[in-house]
T-cell receptor
C-alpha cells in the first residue's frame, strides 16, 4: 500500500516562494505527480518525477529523492491565482495513483 | 492531452436509487480510473476499468455497489447503486496521457460529478 504525507495548510505572500513537502512509503514506486486543484474543479497536472532530481516548469519546480521517499513542489513568484489545494500522488507499478490528503495554499496580498 | 467529457456534472438523488456516470475520452486508452472525492478530502481510487475484462476494485469498494462498464477504449460508466447520504461526494474519471514512446504526461481528469443524496 501507499502512505503519503504532506502538510495540511500553508500561507504565503504574493511574490514569495513556497515549498510543499511530500513524503511517501510505497510498495512498487513508479513515479510521483503533483496536481493543483481549485475549489469545485478537477485536479490539473503540474509535474511528474520518476528519476531523482529537479524538474522545472516555469514558476513551478518539483524535486524527487527516491532513496528518501521525498518530494517537494516549489512555487515561485506566487500569484493570487495560485491559492489552491496541491496534491502529491504516487504511482505504483500497476499504474494506479494514490493521493496524499492535499496541501491548501493561501496566497495573501 | 486527452479530453474527457463527464456527465452529469451534478445531481441530487433520493436514497435507495442509483445513478450512472459516464465518461467519454477523445482518444483510445487502455485503462480508465474512477475516483471519489468526499467533501474536504483528497481523491480515493474506487476501481480501474479495462476494456474487455472485469474492473479491478480497491479495498473498501465492491462491484455490487459500484458496477462499472467499459464497452470500448473510449468510454466507461460508473453506477452508484442503492445510494445513501454517505455516498454524497464528487466522482471523477481519469486516464493517463502517454506519448507514443509511453512517456507519461500525467493523468487527465474529467470535470467531476457532484452527487448529493437526500
Amino acid at each position: 500500500g501507499q502512505n503519503i504525507d504532506q502538510p495540511t495548510e500553508m500561507t504565503a505572500t504574493e511574490g514569495a516562494i513556497v515549498q510543499i513537502n511530500c513524503t511517501y512509503q510505497t510498495s512498487g514506486f513508479n513515479g510521483l505527480f503533483w496536481y493543483q486543484q481549485h475549489a469545485g474543479e478537477a485536479p490539473t497536472f503540474l509535474s511528474y518525477n520518476v528519476l531523482d532530481g529537479l524538474e522545472e516548469k516555469g514558476r513551478f519546480s518539483s524535486f524527487l529523492s527516491r532513496s528518501k521517499g521525498y518530494s517537494y513542489l516549489l512555487l515561485k513568484e506566487l500569484q493570487m491565482k495560485d491559492s489552491a489545494s496541491y496534491l502529491c500522488a504516487v504511482r505504483s507499478n500497476d499504474y494506479k495513483l494514490s493521493f496524499g490528503a492535499g496541501t491548501t495554499v493561501t496566497v495573501r496580498a | 492531452s486527452a479530453v474527457i467529457s463527464q456527465k452529469p456534472s451534478r445531481d441530487i438523488c433520493q436514497r435507495g436509487t442509483s445513478l450512472t456516470i459516464q465518461c467519454q475520452v477523445d482518444s483510445q486508452v487502455t485503462m480508465m480510473f474512477w475516483y471519489r472525492q468526499q467533501p474536504g478530502q483528497s481523491l480515493t481510487l474506487i476501481a480501474t476499468a479495462n476494456q474487455g475484462s472485469e474492473a479491478t476494485y480497491e479495498s473498501g469498494f465492491v462491484i455490487d455497489k459500484f458496477p462499472i462498464s467499459r464497452p470500448n477504449l473510449t468510454f466507461s460508466t460508473l453506477t452508484v447503486s442503492n445510494m445513501s447520504p454517505e455516498d454524497s461526494s464528487i466522482y471523477l474519471c481519469s486516464v493517463e496521457d502517454l506519448s507514443p514512446e509511453f512517456v507519461s504526461y500525467g493523468y487527465t481528469f474529467g470535470s467531476g460529478t457532484r452527487l448529493t443524496v437526500v
